[in-house]
């Protein structure tokens, strides 16, 4: 969704609207068309995970996985938690601390939560990553649905209709489960749907000024050992996911309000 290439004023105003649903644009995502979770469910897959969040390339207790269909991509971070459930649970349930973690992203340039009568509802104002007028940058609305809320699991969603170039079914799906009196586990999922002219714009983002542009998971080796990072429109989609996991995280490093600084520079 988001870090804006080099060159990116010459681009034409299709490959600025791919760079827009590529970095992110229209934010979060989750469990795409798949039912809630409860807290056993994620037990399981915390048990079923064990030795990937043991060993991986990121050397830390964090799991990627992505996948791609005709029409939609959906990306899944899955994180061992050095926090209590007692903390991490009520952190990100409301609303408004929602808004306290999208604007870590430096290309959320606003965003604003109101309650309407239709329902909760986050307004995203998303931009490239230097200052620039709210006018130029892209609109979405995002309905917040807090589904569980619980002493020991939660799960929050967040999706929008529409973004740009015909891609829908923006969504984010968070669900944590408390593991013992000091660790949670979490889970975010990120996802849209896009169609054939969304298709060939990031395509052709991706074949010019996004070319060199990768996920996270190893899909080779070259000659001399070294790794094959996963390309195209699911590297993209790894990318973005990894920096909604990365606000999260870093909002839940510095949950006192004087410590924005901090999340900041986390």
Partial sequence: MRFAAAGFAGCSRLLRAALLVILGACTLAAMPAVQAQDAAALWARYAALHEQLASNPF?????????????????DVYALVEQPYAVVGPALQDMHQWCDILILHLNVKRCHAAS??????????????????????YLVEF????????????????????????????????EVVALDARHSFLHLSYSYAYGMAARLAMQGYLATIGRGKVGFSIVGRTADGQPVYLGGLRGVVERN??????????????????QLEKRLND
């Fill in 59 to 75: 050397q830390r207790p964090l799991h990627l996985e992505s996948s791609q269909t005709p029409d939609e991509l959906r990306g």
């Fill in 143 to 174: 309905r917040y649905r807090g589904l569980v809320t619980g002493p020991d699991y939660l799960q929050v969603v967040l999706d929008a209709e529409d973004g740009p170039l015909g891609t829908r079914d923006y969504r984010i799906a968070l």
């Fill in 116 to 137: 309407r009568p239709s329902g909760d509802r986050l307004s995203l104002n998303i931009g490239r990553k230097f200052n620039q007028p709210l006018l130029d940058t």
């Fill in 241 to 258: 996911t990894m920096r909604y996991y990365l606000a999260v995280e870093a909002y839940l490093g510095a949950l006192a309000p004087e």
